[in-house]
């Protein structure tokens, strides 16, 4: 067979006479296909070198079900092991499996606008079981996806669902890059939760990991038989550099061999399965080896290199698909743009605003809030752009590793508890005012409490339990999308905090895009115990303003006080910067949201 023949591609790559197959193994002496195409036979499809470290064949008997491995001799040692382009897999540890290449052609889905996005963050593992002696699936998940249509947010995140060791896990540790994890559904399974999603008008985003693979059931590992100071081989770093949080597992990013395969997975998700952005984990570990900011002896330049690549590929051929960096370190750089020396993501998880935000809902004192700190984290954007940005007050790593759910901080136990739905609520109303993206992790909107384990399913009782605090998320997100027409200003890039009352615990901000009657928006809200009563505010024109939103409404909860937050005339009395104002009524740790009709 000459050069010429060769089909492109890597893998098992299916075509009309049966299925052909590379692999880049550099330091094998011999390469063999072995699968159930012709009964495990060790010997029978051998493969032939390209010269440049990779190796093909083509097996006119092989069709798609078809179980495989690749055998591999390198002097005496013989290895047995599982493709690395392996599309889907009996198991973490078993064979792969050939499947055909198959993006639908009939999605024509477009995601929301990265400044209307709001983000529900999933694990399909723990989401939703219809079976409580398995982890959820992806058929679960799809059958609690009208819950979150009626929530009104429009994309949903996963977590890794690449093939992992094991049944149970975050994620995070995955065996098999290019598998869909099998316990959740394997690849029909994800295939029929983005057709689900994308018809109830949910975008996918697709959580991946490329700081570190494996550490355990991974194949990768002396892929070929060659390794150096007893390091993971071809795939990985062989020296200090292969040294991360989770395991010495870290990809060699200078090899053009393993740029290509990680790039190569990338584009995978996005054009095989229809997905409509990624969110990459931990990227400080790609850009850096011990996570030392600004150390010049720390940094991986290929690993930067990397990520712009990708970014920069995506952008050109996947306009509309987003890309999400947990770098957690807040370099505008990261959201900058290729051409400029950035990485190129389009939004970044913002720790500025996560971790003072969560600071001041924790407090168990008053005296302890800080408003400032409030509207810093507010007014926060990456290279002047606030929807470069993702904002929360939860994920699955704030409500893990020592951390919990901020009911269960305030309450341990109780979500019922005055103080923890008033203040997780507060948080809540703060993500969806601010410029940013907005995002919830599951089960927020329904007082979710303890913290985050692979092991334990959402309790969905509780959504009929905390309904009145489920409407009180969807009314948020209705105003957040301008459901009524009154609210443009909250998916606008511009804030003005104009006040910041250190002694009341009061902050006032003004919401806006364009500006004017439907497009401004006004937020107070009350950080403090005491009711806010008959309290003097800023307005940026006279009229009537409505209140859109009371967080204090006992509609929402019965323990809540209900305060006498009604619609105000603003008049022409100069306060906070504006020639109008009126006088407010807030309740304890709440929130009121006012515009005027356009």
Same mark, same amino acid.
Request: aromatic share 12%; glycine share 10%.
């Given at each position: 067979?000459?050069?010429?023949?060769?089909?492109?591609?890597?893998?098992?790559?299916?075509?009309?006479?049966?299925?052909?197959?590379?692999?880049?193994?550099?330091?094998?002496?011999?390469?063999?296909?072995?699968?159930?195409?012709?009964?495990?036979?060790?010997?029978?499809?051998?493969?032939?070198?390209?010269?440049?470290?990779?190796?093909?064949?083509?097996?006119?008997?092989?069709?798609?079900?078809?179980?495989?491995?690749?055998?591999?001799?390198?002097?005496?040692?013989?290895?047995?092991?599982?493709?690395?382009?392996?599309?889907?897999?009996?198991?973490?540890?078993?064979?792969?499996?050939?499947?055909?290449?198959?993006?639908?052609?009939?999605?024509?889905?477009?995601?929301?606008?990265?400044?209307?996005?709001?983000?529900?963050?999933?694990?399909?593992?723990?989401?939703?079981?219809?079976?409580?002696?398995?982890?959820?699936?992806?058929?679960?998940?799809?059958?609690?996806?009208?819950?979150?249509?009626?929530?009104?947010?429009?994309?949903?995140?996963?977590?890794?669902?690449?093939?992992?060791?094991?049944?149970?896990?975050?994620?995070?540790?995955?065996?098999?890059?290019?598998?869909?994890?099998?316990?959740?559904?394997?690849?029909?399974?994800?295939?029929?939760?983005?057709?689900?999603?994308?018809?109830?008008?949910?975008?996918?985003?697709?959580?991946?990991?490329?700081?570190?693979?494996?550490?355990?059931?991974?194949?990768?590992?002396?892929?070929?038989?060659?390794?150096?100071?007893?390091?993971?081989?071809?795939?990985?770093?062989?020296?200090?550099?292969?040294?991360?949080?989770?395991?010495?597992?870290?990809?060699?990013?200078?090899?053009?061999?393993?740029?290509?395969?990680?790039?190569?997975?990338?584009?995978?998700?996005?054009?095989?399965?229809?997905?409509?952005?990624?969110?990459?984990?931990?990227?400080?570990?790609?850009?850096?080896?011990?996570?030392?900011? /600004? =150390? *010049?002896?720390?940094?991986?330049?290929?690993?930067? $290199?990397?990520?712009?690549?990708? @970014? %920069?590929?995506? #952008?050109?051929?996947?306009?509309?698909?987003?890309?999400?960096?947990?770098?957690?370190?807040?370099?505008?750089?990261?959201?900058?743009?290729?051409?400029?020396?950035?990485?190129?993501?389009?939004?970044?998880?913002?720790?500025?605003?996560?971790?003072?935000?969560?600071?001041?809902?924790?407090?168990?004192?008053?005296?302890?809030?800080?408003?400032?700190?409030?509207?810093?984290?507010?007014?926060?954007?990456?290279? /002047? =752009? *606030?929807?470069?940005?993702?904002?929360?007050?939860? $994920?699955?790593?704030?409500?893990? @590793? %020592?951390?919990? #759910?901020?009911?269960?901080?305030?309450?341990?136990?109780?979500?019922?508890?005055?103080?923890?739905?008033?203040?997780?609520?507060?948080?809540?109303?703060?993500?969806?005012?601010?410029?940013?993206?907005?995002?919830?992790?599951?089960?927020?909107?329904?007082?979710?409490?303890?913290?985050?384990?692979?092991?334990?399913?959402?309790?969905?009782?509780?959504?009929?339990?905390?309904?009145?605090?489920?409407?009180?998320?969807? =009314?948020?997100?209705?105003?957040?999308?301008?459901?009524?027409?009154?609210?443009?200003?909250?998916? %606008?890039?511009?804030?003005?905090?104009?006040?910041?009352?250190?002694?009341?615990?009061?902050?006032?901000?003004?919401?806006?895009?364009?500006?004017?009657?439907?497009?401004?928006?006004?937020?107070?809200?009350?950080?403090?115990?005491?009711?806010?009563?008959?309290?003097?505010?800023?307005?940026?024109?006279?009229?009537?303003?409505?209140?859109?939103?009371?967080?204090?409404?006992?509609?929402?909860?019965?323990?809540?006080?209900?305060?006498?937050?009604?619609?105000?005339?603003?008049?022409?009395?100069?306060?906070?910067?504006?020639?109008?104002?009126?006088?407010?009524?807030?309740?304890?740790?709440?929130?009121?949201?006012?515009?005027?009709?356009?």
């Amino acid at each position: 067979m000459s050069t010429e023949d060769a089909r492109a591609g890597m893998g098992a790559i299916v075509h009309d006479d049966g299925v052909a197959f590379r692999v880049w193994a550099p330091n094998a002496d011999k390469v063999f296909v072995s699968g159930s195409f012709n009964d495990w036979a060790e010997d029978e499809a051998p493969m032939v070198s390209e010269e440049n470290g990779y190796w093909y064949a083509d097996v006119g008997n092989a069709k798609p079900a078809d179980e495989y491995r690749f055998l591999l001799h390198r002097g005496k040692e013989r290895l047995s092991k599982i493709d690395p382009y392996a599309r889907a897999v009996t198991s973490s540890i078993g064979n792969g499996i050939i499947i055909a290449s198959n993006a639908p052609d009939d999605d024509d889905f477009i995601a929301p606008p990265q400044n209307e996005l709001i983000i529900y963050e999933m694990h399909i593992g723990t989401f939703h079981r219809s079976d409580m002696d398995r982890p959820g699936t992806f058929e679960d998940a799809i059958e609690r996806l009208d819950h979150l249509k009626r929530l009104g947010v429009n994309a949903i995140q996963i977590m890794p669902a690449m093939e992992f060791a094991g049944d149970l896990s975050w994620g995070y540790n995955p065996s098999h890059i290019f598998a869909v994890e099998t316990a959740y559904g394997g690849p029909d399974g994800l295939r029929a939760l983005v057709k689900a999603a994308h018809a109830q008008g949910l975008a996918v985003i697709f959580d991946v990991v490329y700081n570190h693979f494996g550490p355990s059931d991974l194949d990768l590992w002396q892929f070929d038989g060659w390794s150096e100071d007893e390091k993971g081989g071809i795939y990985f770093y062989n020296d200090w550099r292969s040294k991360t949080p989770w395991g010495d597992t870290r990809p060699d990013y200078g090899r053009s061999e393993v740029r290509q395969f990680i790039r190569d997975n990338a584009l995978y998700w996005l054009e095989q399965y229809k997905l409509d952005g990624l969110r990459f984990d931990m990227t400080l570990y790609i850009r850096n080896v011990e996570g030392n900011e /600004g =150390d *010049p002896n720390d940094i991986l330049a290929e690993g930067w $290199s990397l990520m712009q690549a990708i @970014n %920069g590929e995506i #952008r050109d051929r996947l306009p509309g698909r987003i890309t999400i960096a947990e770098d957690l370190r807040s370099v505008a750089a990261i959201t900058g743009l290729p051409h400029d020396g950035g990485a190129g993501f389009s939004a970044q998880w913002d720790a500025q605003f996560v971790h003072p935000v969560r600071e001041v809902l924790l407090a168990a004192d008053d005296r302890d809030r800080h408003m400032a700190t409030v509207a810093h984290a507010l007014n926060g954007h990456y290279n /002047g =752009d *606030p929807f470069q940005r993702v904002v929360y007050t939860e $994920s699955h790593d704030e409500v893990a @590793n %020592g951390k919990a #759910r901020i009911v269960h901080e305030i309450a341990p136990g109780d979500p019922s508890h005055w103080a923890a739905q008033k203040k997780s609520t507060l948080g809540a109303a703060l993500v969806f005012t601010a410029p940013g993206v907005p995002m919830l992790f599951q089960g927020q909107e329904f007082l979710e409490g303890e913290w985050f384990r692979d092991t334990v399913p959402l309790d969905w009782d509780h959504s009929v339990e905390f309904r009145g605090i489920v409407r009180l998320y969807r =009314d948020l997100i209705k105003l957040r999308r301008n459901g009524d027409g009154t609210t443009a200003g909250l998916a %606008g890039p511009e804030i003005n905090v104009f006040r910041i009352d250190e002694e009341r615990k009061v902050v006032g901000y003004h919401r806006f895009a364009n500006g004017g009657p439907g497009d401004d928006v006004v937020v107070f809200a009350n950080f403090s115990h005491q009711p806010i009563e008959n309290y003097r505010f800023g307005f940026p024109r006279e009229g009537r303003w409505r209140v859109r939103l009371n967080s204090d409404w006992s509609g929402y909860s019965e323990s809540f006080a209900g305060a006498d937050s009604y619609d105000v005339e603003a008049v022409s009395h100069e306060s906070d910067g504006f020639d109008c104002s009126a006088e407010i009524t807030i309740g304890s740790y709440s929130v009121l949201i006012l515009s005027q009709d356009p």
